[in-house]
């Protein structure tokens, strides 16, 4: 797999790498972590000028960079920019990290149903789509690495936000038994699920969120489990334990507690 280290030397040959959601911060992050000369990036996005901004700081790095302005909601048209591209040259790795993060609006019953079709689309249908396509030329070629962007909002029936916990733990089925399906053909699939990433958005509203991590940091460890194929990456770790609580807390106590959480601000 890509080492990232800036000391390491050039790699022999050139690493051909997908970013999707590389105009978002951790996108970004990532984009940027793996930037180095030997690598070809293809970096999608559905902010041209971030993507920009993002594909002039991996060039200054040395890598070769191309970049797509994309929104994988339409799915079509994401499936054949990725078969065309993998066509073309051939990914060795797939960072799918596009997402949408929502909760239920105040005055809101329950979340409007158009936003949770949204969410479906684009938290779960695109990147297992995406995922799918690729790793089925991936195992045709007996390698590669497919990297999954999942939440720990997943382990959790977050009574404010349904369809993002729903979609995230959707996700998480499909990379685990994407992982098994294509094990056998040398891909490995790795699912990561973080907690809060402190970004821009969240640090102008003011809201605090416990043991937030800078999209930095984040990147950094997800190279580090793509190095090793690691198949599940929690962070961080107190988040460990709250999937565990999760598990084993009875069901009456484990609802009172959801339903005592206020949604974030």
Sequence with gaps: MVAVNASDPPIA???RILVTGASGELGGALSRAYARPGVHLSLWGRDPIRLAAV???CHAAGAKVETRSLDISDVSAALAAVRAEDLAMPFDLALLVAGLGDTRMAGELVEAAERVARLGTVN???PAAIGAALGERMALRGSGA???I???AAFHA???AAAYAGTKAGLARFADALRLNLRPHGVSVTLVSPGFIDTAATRE???ARPFALQPEHVAARIVRAVERRQAHLVLPWPFRVLRLFDRILPAPLRDRLL???PPPV
Excluded: D, E, K
């Design 146 to 148: 497919l990297v999954f």
């Design 158 to 160: 977050l009574p404010f």
């Design 259 to 261: 339903l005592s959480l």
């Design 55 to 57: 594909a002039a700081n």
């Design 150 to 152: 999942g939440s720990a």
């Design 13 to 15: 040959a050139t690493v």
């Design 124 to 126: 779960f249908t695109a």
């Design 205 to 207: 509203n003011g809201a």
